[in-house]
Nanobody, 123 residues
Framework: DVQLQASGGGLVQAGGSLRLSCAAS????????IGWFRQAPGKGREGLSC????????YYADSVKGRFTISSDIAKNTVYLQMNSLKPEDTSVYYC????????????????WGQGTQVTVSS
C-alpha cells in the first residue's frame, strides 16, 4: 500500500522558514511523482510542487516558485519541501502526495496522499 506521512509543520512568523518532510513507502519512486499540495478550510486544493521520480525534474506552482524548494533523499525514501519567505497567505494544511507518472512528467494531480500537517504563518 502507498503510504505518505508528512511532518514538520508549525507556527512561524512572516518571512520565516519551515521544512516539511514526507516519509514515503509502498511504491517505487521511479514510477511516481512525489510532491505537495495544500488546502485551507473552505478553499480548494492547490498543487504546490512535484519531483518526478523518473527523471528528477521539479515542478512548482507560480505562487511558491522562488520561495519553496523540493528535494529528496532516495536512500531514506523521503521528500522534503523547504519553505522560505513564508507569507500569511501560506497558512494552510499541507499534504504530501504521489501521482502515477505516464511519461509526461508531473501534473500535480495526485492519486495518493497522507494526513496533512498544519502550517501557520503569523503576520
Amino acid at each position: 500500500d502507498v503510504q505518505l506521512q508528512a511532518s514538520g509543520g508549525g507556527l512561524v512568523q512572516a518571512g520565516g522558514s519551515l521544512r516539511l518532510s514526507c516519509a514515503a513507502s509502498g511504491f517505487s519512486f521511479d514510477d511516481y511523482g512525489i510532491g505537495w499540495f495544500r488546502q485551507a478550510p473552505g478553499k480548494g486544493r492547490e498543487g504546490l510542487s512535484c519531483l518526478s521520480g523518473s527523471d528528477g525534474r521539479t515542478y512548482y506552482a507560480d505562487s511558491v516558485k522562488g520561495r519553496f524548494t523540493i528535494s529528496s533523499d532516495i536512500a531514506k525514501n523521503t521528500v522534503y519541501l523547504q519553505m522560505n519567505s513564508l507569507k500569511p497567505e501560506d497558512t494552510s494544511v499541507y499534504y504530501c502526495a504521489a501521482e502515477r507518472l505516464y511519461g509526461s512528467g508531473c501534473r500535480m494531480i495526485y492519486d495518493y496522499w497522507g494526513q496533512g500537517t498544519q502550517v501557520t504563518v503569523s503576520s
